[in-house]
């Protein structure tokens, strides 16, 4: 039998873990464990050593040889602990501090990282490992001069090293010193790397990025990769980096069909093919990108490959996906932790809360256990529970994006809106491409009227996240347009139309036209809808055409708008879209039986037409079958793609029937996932203030809604909200700001009276109630009589 590397690793895999069992001496174990994890059967040493550690917790050899067991099974977050325990340790410090640096690094804890290296620098000042560590982390960490400080350390330790100079231009550049940055790069440019055989071809690359963004000139950087490409034609490396300096000159062609060219040359390179399915979903080719990211991840038996696919289909909004393609990995890994850990976020995306807990008990890695159970009492309500799991997890492991935000959310929930947008930002900085956690940022800033704020937040989602929606780009549209920005708010529309992610022009066309009636007036904006009749039948441009619906039945041409709808269905007749919105028209126009029958046209030519479906809602509502309602809103919200609006719709249709509880608490997740929604927080602090329940969250509420939608509503809100907390001026205040703007409001002028009663301007209460009464009949006549009775007693009385 042919011998190999493996079989006789196994082999002493086998004898050692036998010793392990009999040993009985710390020394002797720990002979064994070195012999065992030179073998690199780490995962046998991790049970000896536990146990050695609970007799001997601040061994530091232990210690040490517990973290690199951990770090080698891929439980990074796990070895920190132990790896600080040993690095303490004079005797350890140097070995252990470079793992623990290097394993920060690997988390992206840059801070932690250049600590670690520190750690070690302080006993060993010229070690090179460290210095590189901590250049590369304070790099990771915008911290440019201790980055340059420790680079030229390494470049006067080993001043022919190409790589360490390549670390001093890159400090240099990030301090803007550019001309001494070229000077190095120049300097260094063909001149092989000892340790990294692409390391020439990568400093061309540098030198031709340079070119591109710190010199301004694309056509030189262009012309230099092609340079790089040709000088390294054989560097396998090269191409997905020169592709990535195409797109920063503006060139994503030239980058496609470089990659595309590579990937002929090397067919069997998985690398090479995951890159280049990315960049085609990137390029709005997501079902050929994720077709072969699936057949990478077939022929490889890569578990990795499953894992990368089913982060795209997660992100993409396909969880059942997802699903599937970690079970494909954990097939081929069953023990893998990280892919149990995964495929229960998953669940829990999919509802599937029953099957969370049993996973999250068989984990050993506790901070893995404590994110799960900690999004899990957040999805079941308990925002206190999840964050008293996600704080130790978090100082566990402060780089996991994923666990800021689930913490910013109960933050959030529980009122505390500083720690909410500190996770945020944490979370936007430590892997800001993994969450939509600078979204979130941004749908706070906009609902808080910092505009500022919430267009930087919305930039930096669509350069680091990317966009399988057009959410941010509405968000930087409405910031700028409340700003008065119309040409920086034009630009985002630009980029939206632009957008390669996804279909967007229909949301980019409609998205432009609000901007010009803002501008301008709603007459231009009807004229800029009109000019693109011909396009506004196509599926894509929907949302446009809604949209010029929407302004001609407020310029009262109804009959106008349902005519064109009309004549766009007979020539489009197995569009659903189209057929939903003529039940659209049909409602409004009063004409429930032709609406009924729209909407049933549109769902037998698509079972799953989320607008048809609320339609369906809106009709059943108004029949007074609120269930039903409420159930078809359900459903509809499942089909679309940005649902807010529909589960805001049965959050009404559930206060309609009276049951406030389920309307809070479908309020409750809206708001959350979407602060920017004006009527969902409106609504909910009128609850909140209605139970007298946290008063504090509620003005919160109403005073973000108050800064959405500045109508007579809102307002009355925003008053009633302050009278519950007894803050009666303010009250008053913001009713009689209701009033100015609608003076036959009679619910908002019974509520003044209520402010001024409170106040002790008895005759000013008394004449609120009774104009209040004077008009029509409104929910709460009944309840104004009885105060101005109450008055009218009192003063009887005396």
Not at 656 to 661: F, I, K, L, P, V
Not at 690 to 705: F, G, I, K, T, V
Request: aromatic content about 6%; some cysteine; hydrophobic content about 45%.
């Amino acid at each position: 039998m042919q011998g190999s590397s493996f079989g006789r690793r196994a082999w002493l895999g086998i004898l050692v873990a036998a010793a392990l069992a009999c040993a009985g001496g710390g020394e002797q174990t720990l002979d064994d464990v070195r012999a065992l994890q030179d073998s690199g059967a780490y995962a046998e040493t991790l049970a000896p050593l536990r146990e050695l550690l609970e007799r001997e917790p601040n061994h530091a050899e232990a210690n040490y040889r517990l973290g690199l067991a951990l770090v080698n099974t891929g439980r990074s977050t796990a070895a920190v602990f132990p790896l600080k325990r040993a690095a303490a340790d004079d005797a350890m410090a140097r070995q252990a501090g470079l793992l623990l640096a290097s394993t920060f690094m690997q988390m992206r804890n840059f801070e932690e990282a250049v600590a670690a290296a520190d750690g070690v620098l302080q006993r060993d000042p010229e070690n090179e490992a460290a210095l590189l560590v901590r250049t590369q982390a304070a790099l990771g960490a915008n911290d440019a001069a201790a980055a340059l400080s420790s680079a030229e350390r390494l470049v006067a330790l080993q001043p022919e090293d190409p790589g360490y100079k390549s670390l001093q231009a890159g400090s240099l550049m990030s301090l803007g010193k550019l001309d001494e940055a070229e000077k190095v790069l120049v300097a260094i440019e063909g001149v092989p790397w000892a340790n990294d055989p692409s390391g020439a071809g990568k400093t061309c690359l540098v030198l031709a990025n340079f070119y591109g963004r710190f010199r301004a000139s694309p056509e030189r950087a262009a012309a230099k990769v092609k340079e790089c490409l040709e000088r390294y034609p054989d560097d396998p490396a090269l191409p997905p980096l020169a592709a990535d300096s195409y797109d920063q000159v503006g060139r994503p062609e030239a980058a496609m069909a470089l990659m595309r060219q590579a990937l002929e040359k090397a067919p069997d390179d998985q690398g090479l093919r995951l890159v280049l399915a990315k960049r085609m979903m990137t390029e709005g080719d997501r079902q050929g990108g994720e077709q072969m990211m699936e057949e990478t991840a077939r022929t490889s038996g890569n578990p990795k490959s499953w894992l990368n696919l089913a982060g795209v289909r997660r992100t993409g909004g396909d969880p059942a996906g997802a699903l599937r393609a970690l079970d494909e990995a954990l097939a081929l890994t069953p023990g893998s932790e990280e892919y149990k850990f995964a495929r229960a976020d998953v669940l829990m995306d999919l509802q599937r809360f029953d099957e969370v807990e049993p996973i999250a008990a068989q984990l050993e890695e506790a901070t893995f256990a404590r994110i799960l159970r900690g999004r899990l009492a957040l999805e079941r309500g308990k925002p206190q529970e999840a964050l008293a799991q996600l704080g130790p997890a978090i100082e566990q492991w402060p780089t996991n994006a994923g666990a800021r935000v689930l913490a910013a959310r109960a933050a959030y929930e529980l009122g505390d809106e500083t720690r909410a947008l500190s996770e945020l930002r944490e979370a936007t900085r430590s892997e800001p491409g993994e969450t939509d956690a600078a979204l979130l940022l941004a749908r706070f800033y906009y609902a808080r009227g910092n505009y500022d704020q919430a267009i930087e937040f919305a930039l930096r989602h669509t350069q680091k996240r990317g966009t399988a929606a057009p959410a941010a780009h509405q968000i930087g549209i409405w910031a700028h347009t409340a700003k008065g920005n119309f040409e920086s708010a034009h630009r985002f529309v630009d980029d939206l139309r632009k957008n390669k992610s996804g279909d967007f022009a229909g949301v980019a066309l409609a998205e432009e036209a609000r901007l010009v009636a803002r501008e301008k007036n709603p007459d231009a904006a009807l004229r800029l809808l009109r000019e693109q009749s011909a396009q506004l039948g196509d599926p894509a441009y929907e949302p446009a055409l809604r949209t010029l619906v929407e302004f001609e039945v407020a310029a009262g041409q109804a009959r106008q708008a349902s005519e064109f709808v009309d004549s766009l269905a007979a020539k489009r007749p197995d569009s659903a879209a189209l057929q939903a919105l003529r039940g659209d028209l049909q409602f409004s126009a009063g004409n429930p039986s032709g609406a009924a029958a729209a909407y049933e046209n549109a769902l037998r030519l698509d079972p799953r037409s989320a607008v048809a479906l609320a339609g369906q809602a809106r009709l059943a509502l108004a029949q007074g079958r609120t269930a039903d309602a409420v159930a078809l809103f359900d459903r509809a919200a499942a089909a679309a793609t940005a649902n807010a609006p529909y589960d805001y719709e049965a959050a009404q249709a559930l206060l309609a029937r009276g049951d406030t509880a389920g309307a809070r608490q479908r309020l409750d997740k809206l708001v959350r996932l979407h602060p920017e929604h004006g009527g969902a927080a409106n609504d909910l602090a009128w609850l909140l203030a209605a139970q007298r329940e946290d008063l504090d969250r509620a003005l919160l509420l109403a005073e973000s809604a108050s800064q959405l939608l500045p109508g007579p509503e809102v307002l009355d809100t925003l008053g009633f909200v302050r009278l519950a907390r007894g803050e009666n001026d303010a009250a008053a205040a913001a009713f009689q700001k209701a009033l100015a703007l609608q003076p036959d409001y009679a619910t908002a002028r019974y509520h003044l009276g209520l402010a001024l009663a409170q106040k002790g301007d008895r005759n000013a209460a008394r004449d609120a109630f009774r104009n209040a009464l004077g008009h029509a009949p409104f929910p709460e006549a009944e309840q104004a009589r009885s105060e101005l009775a109450k008055l009218d007693a009192g003063d009887a009385s005396k």
